[in-house]
């Protein structure tokens, strides 16, 4: 059985940081894409970074590049995503999700809800003074 658990969020001040974890069981971790998504409150779940299996490609939603950094120790199954600099626009539910990607994948498609395999439960960051 395949489950993906997330942790490390919590309540910070802006301009805070925060250090999310994932770690991925059931699975064979590094024939996997991994992707960090957010929902705010009354919000569609939006796509905010992504690494491909070995960990030498990865991309950023425009709103967190240059403060957010994704990566990934397929030795311990486990993918990070640093966040610096954190505005309270940053507040959300943070689900990490799970992308089969052996042979590749296509262009862009790691920003689609519906192209991963394996979800988290998330956990919540709430950026507020």
């Known amino acids: 059985q395949v489950q993906v658990v997330e942790s490390g969020g919590g309540s910070v001040q802006p301009g805070g940081s925060l250090r999310l974890s994932c770690t991925a069981s059931?699975?064979?971790?590094?024939?996997?894409?991994m992707g960090w998504f957010r929902q705010a409150p009354e919000k569609e779940r939006e796509w905010v970074s992504y690494i491909s299996r070995s960990g030498d490609f990865t991309r950023y939603a425009d709103s967190v590049k240059g403060r957010f950094t994704i990566s990934r120790d397929n030795a311990k199954n486990t993918v990070y995503l640093q966040m610096n600099s954190l505005k309270p626009e940053d507040t959300g539910i943070y689900y990490c999700?799970?992308?089969?990607?052996?042979?590749?994948?296509?262009?862009?498609?790691?920003?689609?809800?519906?192209?991963?395999?394996?979800w988290g439960q998330g956990t919540q960051v709430t950026v507020s003074s």
């Open positions: 059931g699975l064979a971790f590094d024939d996997y894409g």
């Open positions: 999700a799970a992308k089969w990607a052996v042979g590749g994948i296509n262009w862009m498609t790691w920003m689609r809800v519906d192209e991963y395999n394996y």
